[in-house]
T-cell receptor, first 113, second 113 residues
Framework: ETGVTQTPRHLVMGMTNKKSLKCEQH?????MYWYKQSAKKPLELMFV???????ENNSVPSRFSPECPNSSHLFLHLHTLQPEDSALYLC????????????FGSGTRLTVV | TQLLEQSPQFLSIQEGENLTVYCNSS?????LQWYRQEPGEGPVLLVT?????EVKKLKRLTFQFGDARKDSSLHITAAQPGDTGLYLCAGEAFPQAGTALIFGKGTTLSVSS
């Protein structure tokens, strides 16, 4: 248990489904991130939220929609995904007060069929 | 675009051997972080280096940040099977709102007994 909890751990969805990934942290961190990890690629930053405001979109397709209702929770809403979106989706949090380290959750393994 | 080149990509060694993993960039980073990731889990922070020329030790692991803060290395002495995993280097430009970690592709280390 790292302090960042992601649910579900595994998700299989069809291309026409709508689902949401959830991330929760109670570390007092005030920045949260979504990363995508695919085979043979570096972790790709998707979204950054700092003090609950989205700071960076990073040109992510609109079929991915983030939501940060408060500093402890982060969601990633998914709709009409493609098979190439299958990957490990990782949530991370960090304090903006000088501590450099990021704390990652265990990830959601997403398979789009 | 900032890139981190990590090498080697794969490393398979015998227990007791030494190894070094390199992380290089043409960009300057305010900090360089090393993570270790186990299958099915998120990355876990090993160390953060922030000062050019800095050397940090964590048991049998030695981390170094280049003088120009563009590169870093991880040296493992007398590797053990428990060291097996994916090692990731990540750089952060400057710790302000909106910045996030940029990752290398990782080094998959396998240590056999």
């Amino acid at each position: 248990e790292t302090g960042v909890t992601q649910t579900p751990r595994h998700l299989v969805m069809g291309m026409t489904n709508k689902k949401s990934l959830k991330c929760e942290q109670h570390l007092g961190h005030n920045a949260m991130y979504w990363y995508k990890q695919s085979a043979k690629k570096p972790l790709e930053l998707m979204f950054v939220y700092s003090l609950e405001e989205r700071v960076e979109n990073n040109s992510v397709p609109s079929r991915f929609s983030p939501e940060c209702p408060n500093s402890s929770h982060l969601f990633l809403h998914l709709h009409t995904l493609q098979p190439e979106d299958s990957a490990l989706y990782l949530c991370a949090s960090k304090s903006m007060r000088g501590d450099y380290g990021y704390t990652f959750g265990s990830g959601t393994r997403l398979t789009v069929v | 675009t900032q890139l981190l080149e990590q090498s080697p990509q794969f490393l398979s060694i015998q227990e007791g051997e030494n190894l070094t993993v390199y992380c290089n960039s043409s960009s300057v980073f305010s900090s360089l972080q090393w993570y270790r990731q186990e299958p099915g889990e998120g990355p876990v922070l090993l160390v953060t280096v922030v000062t050019g020329g800095e050397v940090k030790k964590l048991k049998r692991l030695t981390f170094q940040f280049g003088d120009a803060r563009k590169d870093s290395s991880l040296h493992i002495t007398a590797a053990q099977p428990g060291d097996t995993g994916l090692y990731l280097c990540a750089g952060e430009a400057f710790p302000q709102a909106g910045t996030a970690l940029i990752f290398g592709k990782g080094t998959t280390l396998s240590v056999s007994s």
